[in-house]
């Protein structure tokens, strides 16, 4: 099964073949920013004209298919190195600027949240009490969850069934529990200065001082910095697929003490921007990379295989786009139900394939109810449903892996 893996991947990467200036204008281009008046680039008479602050090129077609033959077969930091020597270092185009790597595939796996335990959850706000004599689900005691717990569980089933095939697994952090840190956000709190100065680069805000209660820290300067450090994670792990791992909530229902009587998935791609400011060079060659590369297209192909596994093995539907605000003001519709462009820290930081999922509501009844049948996978009782939506995962990444 490896080698067979390892063939289709290498078919893969070498059959890529470029996309037509048509389908990058029609199809890739509305994925890519809200309002196009504020796009660095605009499509003209069969060419990309390039505008953005001292920037100015036009890409003509066969100039557009050469770059696009060179970035093909890159990694994700690759294809931003070449794209900056071509725009920003006046380097000459070149052929095979990099060689291709032999490598077999590499996914970075990214569960959402960090809770190590409900006290955490409670800190970082992810969390679910539903009070007794829901009317929905006639509970006599209190049901709380956390979604970290979730995430990490899915997590840890995905690795699991890649590693037996063969491909190249990294988390973002421990599936058991505990931020991109390496330690459970209480551990953290304790040797806060010494954490702080390890990975400063995370930590910007000066002013993090003032925050002492570890309520309004958690929320103020711990979950940003944690997602700056897996963003730094993944920008030097450069996998060739990036699975970020997710579970949701009904928005209307907070504080979520109650159930839900409705369940949707969705999937979010890169894309969605609002604007590439002129100092912002790392922000304009990503864009620029999603529109010339295979990034969007595979993106799209392996959410919608994620979404389809999602739908036939627990029977959750993709939303169609009216179920939350975000969708609405941030997101862009692609043309597969229940599929996105989204401007998420962990969706826009490096140009490789990605899929955010949001497996299923968690305040759904259905689901609650769901969770109480559990299995056991090496030895741990997991709900199946949650097992399920691993395996979705799983089986989109083998589906898209073959194509
Ligand atoms: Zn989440």
Known sequence: MRYFILFFWLFLIFSQSNLSYTYLKDSVFPLLIKNPDKSPVKFNEQSIIVDWGKTKRILSIKLIDQIQKNISLLSGKEKLEYLKGYFFQNTPFQKNPFQPKY???????????????FREAVYEKKYLSIHTHDPLLQNEDTIRFYEAYYTGLTAYILENLLRTEG?????????????????????????????????????????????????????EIFRDADLRQRKHILENTDPDIVVSIHYNVDENNKPWISSVNKNYSMAFIPGAYDSIPHNDTSKFLNFISLLLSNVIPDSKKLCHHWINFLQQNIRVMPAHGGEADYLKNECLPTNTRGVFARNLAMTNALPCVVLYGEGFLMDSAEEIQRAKQTMKFQGKDIPISVYQTALAYYRAIMEYLKK
């Not at 010494?194 to 995370?202: I, M, Q, S, T, V």
């Open 167 to 219: 491909i190249q697994v990294m988390l973002t952090r421990n599936p058991s529990g505990g931020s991109a840190f390496g330690v459970c956000y209480e551990e953290f709190l304790k040797n806060r200065e010494y954490f702080e100065k390890k990975f400063r680069y995370a930590f910007p805000k000066k002013n993090s001082k003032k925050w002492n209660d570890p309520h309004a820290y958690s929320r």
């Open 103 to 117: 490598r077999r595939p590499l996914v970075l796996i990214d569960p959402g949240h960090t809770a190590c335990n």
